[in-house]
């Protein structure tokens, strides 16, 4: 059977406030999170995605208030991710109101982790996030850190460790289109269209129905994720 496919909305958090930049940079505060994910739950939006953007930078996730506040609301899956390091910080956000997890630096630091939160949790709890950045013709970097450091990691190479650790699903993200709106990265999804064995979310420069329409059609994308198009009003989830 198909999986159903999703569209969920991307809210990038610092503190307490919502923010959003072009491709993880020039961060700027643009609203309330809780706020924002109970219009996009209201107007029908399949999940919500929260990453804490400087989670890693401090070494510390800020986002259980707002989980507890949202999920108080909002009555659809919420995955958060940023700053988690181990089991202990995973079983935070849940228990605060996450219904998944995003895990991104560490699993490049130390790819176990992602092995080790699927035997506790379940694999369908760990979602493996990829941020992609492209460094030539045909290859794109995993960058850690919020987008700021380089792995010297190959993301097909990234994509085929995560999944063999115990992934549940990738969120694919492209630093090149992030915030951009000009259309998403048909050479990155491409290149790792036979690669992907677990559920794939894509987010990166969508800003149109066609393009989430023709992406979505794809066996290998489960999900589109959404944030700057939303938050700029090009796009309604109605």
């Known amino acids: 059977?198909?999986?159903?496919?999703?569209?969920?909305?991307?809210?990038?958090?610092?503190?307490?406030?919502?923010?959003?930049?072009?491709?993880?940079?020039?961060?700027?505060?643009?609203?309330?999170?809780?706020?924002?994910a109970l219009a996009y739950a209201k107007e029908g939006i399949d999940e919500i995605l929260y990453i804490d953007a400087v989670a890693s930078l401090y070494g510390r996730n800020s986002l259980q208030e707002v989980l507890r506040k949202t999920s108080q609301q909002v009555f659809i899956p919420i995955t958060a991710g940023g700053g988690i390091r181990n089991l202990d910080d995973a079983r935070s956000l849940l228990k605060a109101g996450a219904d998944k997890i995003a895990i991104?630096?560490?699993?490049?630091?130390?790819?176990e982790i992602i092995k080790e939160l699927s035997e506790a949790l379940g694999r369908q709890c760990v979602i493996a996030s990829i941020q992609a950045r492209k460094t030539n013709e045909k290859n794109w970097e995993v960058m850690g850190e919020a987008g700021r450091e380089r792995s010297g990691i190959d993301v097909i190479t990234h994509i085929k460790r995560v999944q063999d650790l115990g992934a549940g699903e990738i969120l694919l993200?492209?630093?090149?289109?992030?915030?951009?709106?000009?259309?998403?990265?048909k050479e990155l999804l491409e290149i790792i269209s036979k690669e992907i064995e677990i559920p794939l979310i894509f987010g990166g420069g969508y800003s149109s129905i066609n393009e989430i329409q023709i992406d979505l059609k794809k066996n290998f994308v489960s999900a589109i994720s959404i944030g700057a198009a939303l938050h700029n009003k090009k796009l309604t989830i109605k």
């Open 1 to 36: 059977m198909a999986l159903c496919k999703r569209l969920i909305a991307r809210l990038d958090v610092k503190g307490s406030k919502l923010i959003k930049g072009l491709s993880f940079e020039g961060l700027r505060v643009i609203g309330d999170p809780c706020e924002t």
């Open 104 to 111: 991104n630096t560490e699993s490049i630091k130390r790819p």
């Open 173 to 185: 993200t492209s630093i090149d289109k992030d915030g951009r709106c000009l259309g998403p990265d």
